[in-house]
């Protein structure tokens, strides 16, 4: 049976009623991107940068075709085919190569050529141009810039121009830790992804999509071990920076004085140099300058490492444009950005080049089973009529920050008596609340990091079982015995967040490898409408949100999440 509708906007209804629907919802995912659930159709977007990482991964023009004429259930629109090949036939058509130290040239057909430069931004950045011989000249230094204009404009560009050397670095990857003596090695998964960033005979950038809690960090370690050079890591905090400094001390033959920070307090530039997006994109509000770009030019860096690349901000896009000559490496549990920007980061960073499904991480045992359940919690009478007096923002707070989640969390606390419990939400007096009647610790932006490092140590050691945490929980923390998180409030409707805190509670566990994920939601609210989408992400990669009201759950719910647990 036929089981897609794709439609003239290059959306894709995909009937999931049908029985072969499954296998066909897999292949569409290689080269489409999931919006939403419509009924018993899933709705699926097709654009420039999921057909062209589908090529960068492999996947073929006839293999992407053929999934569509096979499955279709009405015939396929003209307008919508257009389209689409128009984006394959757009992925290899224009070359960027080196021509000396200065400058490099851009090769393509000639139509191709004749429709860029009626770009206004294009002709800033080029030197010269000779139609007749199929090129374009432009500075090297514009590199990283011409990539970001075509992309935006649908064009794709191979870039050949290759990359600097960097400064050299010699260390291996031990066989076994030094803290610990115990023996490891990176999972097959690992070594695929570290070969396909040396994937032709130039390599050397692009993103590796990796779920939270297999390994991105090792992976990362992995390519610097094959590259042997001098590498700049900016990742999310400074708890992240002493989690990857700690990896690189741990696993490989570099030492102390090879490894730096550069966040918070610290200003260290060494071989091995850690900051973070934050310190980068600082400046004060009269300066014109970020004082700490500079970083990018301390010392002949042969690899840069992006971590959580998704949150990459602004400024460090800029900077990136114009380095394009050092490689790149984006490290990431998803690639959603709720700004618009996935574009940039495909034409600075690169293509996504190694993607492991959450499903198939869970199948290999690799990460934890993870059940996924959502309450709904009503308001009183008198609370609805004060809700809806409000404005939407002022509903959205109001709604996220009901007291009777409270009570919801107390039953869920109950139920997993014994098990370490992570506590996640948006607002800090809600946070404040929650942390005080349940005499835990809370962990946000104003902790201390030596507060924050003594509380996560408790944690760890099992002598607290339960953390209230703010938006921190977005990033990356090393908590891997936490098997339960809570989610009592969120940031509107972010796939982004969502995919974040579930990897909170993702990690492999020692015993029974299963992780549970609450989300408690306010029923009949503007709440309710954003975390429809927040679960978006998660349901593309395969998982299912079991949905209560706070009846259910406390009459039946738990017993049936907890056979769940058992299967």
Not at 385 to 394: D, H, I, L
Not at 477 to 506: D, F, H, K, T
Request: proline share 3%.
């Amino acid at each position: 049976m036929t089981s897609i509708i794709l439609q003239s906007d290059c959306s894709i209804l995909l009937d999931v009623s049908v029985v072969e629907s499954k296998d066909v919802e897999k292949s569409i995912q290689r080269f489409a991107e999931h919006t939403k659930t419509i009924g018993c159709f899933e709705h699926y977007i097709i654009t420039p940068l999921s057909i062209w990482n589908a090529l960068a991964l492999g996947i073929s023009n006839e293999k992407i075709l053929a999934v569509l004429q096979k499955n279709k259930k009405y015939p396929l629109p003209i307008f919508a085919l257009h389209h689409i090949q128009v984006w394959l036939d757009r992925f290899d058509k224009l070359t960027l190569r080196r021509i000396d130290e200065q400058d490099c040239i851009l090769t393509g057909d000639k139509q191709t050529l004749q429709h860029i430069l009626c770009l206004a931004e294009i002709n800033k950045l080029i030197a010269e141009a000779n139609i007749e011989q199929q090129q374009i000249k432009l500075p090297i230094h514009h590199r990283g810039l011409l990539k970001q204009v075509l992309v935006r404009e649908c064009f794709n560009v191979i870039d050949e121009c290759g990359f600097d050397e960097g400064e050299n670095l010699a260390f291996e990857m031990l066989k076994y830790m030094k803290h610990t003596k115990q023996a490891f090695q990176l999972r097959d998964y690992q070594r695929k992804a570290i070969a396909a960033f040396h994937r032709d005979k130039i390599g050397g950038s692009g993103v590796i999509v990796l779920p939270c809690g297999t390994g991105k960090t090792l992976t990362g370690i992995g390519v610097m071990a094959s590259l042997q050079c001098a590498t700049l890591i900016i990742t999310s905090n400074t708890i992240s920076c002493e989690q990857w400094k700690e990896e690189l001390l741990n696993k490989t033959s570099l030492t102390e004085d090879q490894v730096g920070i550069y966040g918070g307090h610290k200003r260290e530039v060494k071989p091995i140099t850690i900051a973070t997006y934050h310190i980068l994109s600082y400046r004060h509000k009269r300066q014109a300058v970020f004082p700490h770009m500079s970083l990018f030019s301390k010392r002949n860096w042969g690899l840069i490492i992006y971590d959580e690349v998704h949150l990459l901000p602004a400024p460090v896009f800029r900077m990136t444009a114009s380095i394009q000559a050092t490689r790149r490496l984006g490290l990431t549990a998803t690639l959603i950005r709720e700004d618009g920007c996935a574009p940039d980061v495909y034409s600075l960073v690169g293509a996504k080049l190694f993607d492991l499904q959450w499903k198939e991480a869970e199948q290999q045992h690799v990460i934890a089973q993870v059940n996924c359940i959502e309450i709904h919690i009503p308001l009183s009478n008198k609370q609805q009529r004060q809700y809806e007096s409000m404005n939407k923002r002022e509903q959205y707070k109001f709604s996220s920050t009901n007291p009777s989640k409270l009570d919801v969390i107390t039953f869920i606390l109950e139920r997993h008596i014994g098990e370490q419990v992570l506590i996640i939400g948006q607002y800090i007096d809600q946070l404040q609340i929650i942390a005080n009647q349940l005499k835990a610790p809370l962990v946000t932006g104003q902790t201390s990091h030596s507060e924050r490092q003594a509380i996560f140590e408790l944690f760890r050691l099992q002598k607290t079982n339960v953390l209230v945490l703010s938006k921190i929980a977005n990033l990356a923390l090393n908590l891997p015995n936490a098997s339960v998180a809570i989610q009592v409030s969120g940031s509107y409707g972010s796939r982004q967040e969502e995919a974040q805190r579930i990897g909170r509670v993702i990690r492999p566990k020692l015993e029974r490898n299963v992780a549970s994920f609450y989300t408690l939601v306010t029923s009949g609210s503007i709440e309710e409408q954003f975390s429809l989408n927040r679960g978006r992400f998660m349901e593309e990669q395969g998982y299912t949100y079991e949905v209560f009201t706070v009846e259910q759950f406390i009459m039946d719910g738990g017993e049936r999440v907890d056979q769940a647990t058992i299967n």
